[in-house]
């Protein structure tokens, strides 16, 4: 082999371990690859914000985490799992969306439904006897949803596990027996808690290691796609108002994922009377409200790039791995902070690229093909209110404002001055700037404001 291709070889599999590195995924706890944030989030920090009422409460709390999908919750989620286990509490954590629940079509009763599974997979030792005779009691109604195979005289916990597993999974992937099984379980819902806060109690009683709490993480709830009923009303709203009792009602700390545009709305007021402040992880801030950089916020994402790379080569960031530091830079910029961003960015940069360094033109296609993505999911109403956001940098409390923060298209940053109060602030994406359509509904605003 000779020395040309030998070298070829090596920046290939470099090339196909830097793309590796950034799948977009949670990290675990205490992952070398995790950047601290808090400072450029607004002093956010979810040991803190969290975890710390959990373990200073006497009573048992029900709290909500937010913010927007891709942006670092279940990483953060993970972390607090982590802290929360070093302080005496058992965790039950769950990702409600990968085997509980669908996204696009979402009652409470699929989440109650959800948090009774993972409690029975995860607290084997207590007595479930009373889930049991709730299971007895509901055979006629639910029956044809069961395994076959169920023995009413023996409902281990192995099988009430899997008679829940049966439910829950038919609630995720069958939509034609969705809303049987929630018509069939609703009017059982209180009796369902009352059973479930029964094997709870007993739960309490024989926590493993020195365990003197438990706690319920329900992730994923943030991804529940809005549905406006004809009154008016959403679904978010008929599940974390509506039936805030019923969520709180587990005799456990809770922590629950709530959708971004639910804490923007006219019900804020609400949330924070049922649940307690919400709690936002906003994206990291690269640029003041002028639009110049804020160069802490650009370090810590060079810092997450970097930390990807590092176990792979010993190149430099600035000068090896991109072409000059301008190139980096803007591909934080066009991120916008927001963590999903950042990573699919890399990835779709390293892809156009054969040889190092990583190039403008490379970075230019790969902020291309993020636009069009983004460019799809403005409506055509829209345009007009991103221009004056992007003039105002406030929001307001209207469904098209909460839409555009649930895609993303709008973003919240977060600063502390020097003072130590805290500012938030809205800005469109970064990477919609250059979008024609949006130029043109900026002149569109600006003339009228010249009028």
Request: a negative charge; one cysteine or more; glycine letters at 4%.
């Amino acid at each position: 082999m000779t020395n040309d291709i030998r070298q070829m070889t090596n920046i290939e599999a470099l090339l196909d371990n830097i793309y590796n590195s950034f799948t977009p995924m949670p990290l675990p706890a205490g992952d070398p690859q995790y950047v601290e944030c808090r400072e450029v989030r607004g002093d956010v920090e979810i040991e803190q914000d969290l975890g710390k009422s959990i373990r200073r409460s006497k009573d048992l709390t029900c709290q909500l985490y937010s913010g927007y999908r891709g942006a670092g919750k279940t990483t953060e989620l993970y972390r607090l799992q982590t802290y929360l286990e070093k302080k005496n509490c058992f965790v039950v954590y769950f990702a409600a969306d990968q085997e509980d629940i669908s996204v696009q079509d979402v009652q409470y009763t699929d989440i109650l439904l959800a948090c009774t599974r993972h409690l029975l997979a995860q607290l084997q030792q207590a007595d479930s006897t009373p889930i049991a005779n709730w299971l007895r009691d509901r055979y006629e109604d639910l029956k044809d949803f069961f395994l076959q195979d169920v023995k009413l005289d023996k409902l281990t916990i192995e099988a009430q596990l899997n008679q829940f597993a049966k439910l829950t999974a038919a609630i995720r992937t069958e939509p034609s027996q969705r809303q049987q099984i929630r018509e069939k379980v609703e009017p059982h819902t209180e009796t369902l808690l009352k059973a479930l806060n029964q094997f709870i109690a007993d739960a309490t009683k024989k926590l493993p290691d020195g365990k003197t709490q438990l706690v319920i993480i329900a992730d994923n709830l943030d991804r529940i796609v809005p549905i406006f009923r004809e009154s008016g009303r959403s679904n978010h709203e008929e599940i974390f108002l509506d039936r805030h009792e019923q969520l709180k009602a587990l005799a456990c700390h809770i922590v629950y994922t709530v959708p971004i545009s639910m804490i923007y709305s006219r019900w804020a007021t609400d949330l924070k009377d049922n649940y307690g402040i919400p709690q936002v992880l906003p994206s990291v801030m690269v640029q003041w409200q002028d639009g110049s950089v804020y160069e802490p916020g650009i370090t810590k994402l060079k810092e997450t790039i970097k930390r990807r790379i590092e176990p792979h080569t010993d190149l430099d960031l600035e000068t090896e791995i991109f072409a000059e530091p301008d190139v980096l830079v803007q591909l934080c910029r066009m991120s916008g902070g927001y963590m999903r961003d950042l990573i699919q960015l890399m990835q779709e940069a390293t892809n156009r690229t054969d040889q190092l360094p990583i190039s403008a033109r490379a970075v230019q296609r790969a902020i291309a093909e993020l636009r069009d993505v983004y460019q799809r999911a403005v409506e055509e109403d829209q345009w007009q209110i991103l221009a004056q956001v992007y003039k105002s940098k406030e929001i307001g409390n209207d469904n098209l404002h909460r839409s555009l923060l649930f895609n993303r298209c709008l973003l919240e940053y977060r600063y502390i001055n020097q003072q130590g109060e805290k500012h938030t602030w809205y800005d469109v994406h970064p990477i919609i700037v250059d979008v024609s359509k949006f130029k043109d509904a900026l002149k569109q605003v600006d003339d009228a404001n010249r009028a």
